[in-house]
């Protein structure tokens, strides 16, 4: 298995993420990431790119919220995200900016 569909699946599994937000982060369809979970295709581009990214704060995430609360976590509109919802910075390729509150939560006074 190629380390794009394991992060695909990595983030499905252990954070609980459906293909549908899968998608919405990545800019590829639900069945698309239906078919990227399956093993029958993989992400390429700015998919791959947006896979990656999301992969990375789930796996941070992981580290300050318990799985079952990432997904809710990513779709909540944030105060300290100008009340924008991380999902969907991420899908913008603002993944920087959820990373930076993300550190502020591992990392407390640290700045």
Request: zero cysteines; hydrophobic letters at 45%; aromatic letters at 4%.
């Amino acid at each position: 298995m190629s380390a794009l569909l394991e992060e695909a699946r990595d983030v499905h599994d252990f954070a609980g993420l459906s293909d549908r937000l899968i998608a919405q982060a990545t800019g590829a369809k639900p069945s698309t990431v239906r078919g990227w979970l399956a093993g029958r295709s993989e992400p390429t581009g700015v998919r791959a790119q947006r896979l990656i990214e999301l992969a990375e704060m789930v796996r941070r995430l992981g580290r300050v919220l318990r799985a079952e609360s990432i997904a809710v976590w990513l779709q909540r509109p944030v105060l300290a995200l100008d009340d924008a919802k991380p999902i969907e910075l991420i899908a913008r390729g603002e993944y920087k900016r959820v990373g930076r509150l993300i550190s502020e939560i591992e990392y407390p006074g640290v700045s």
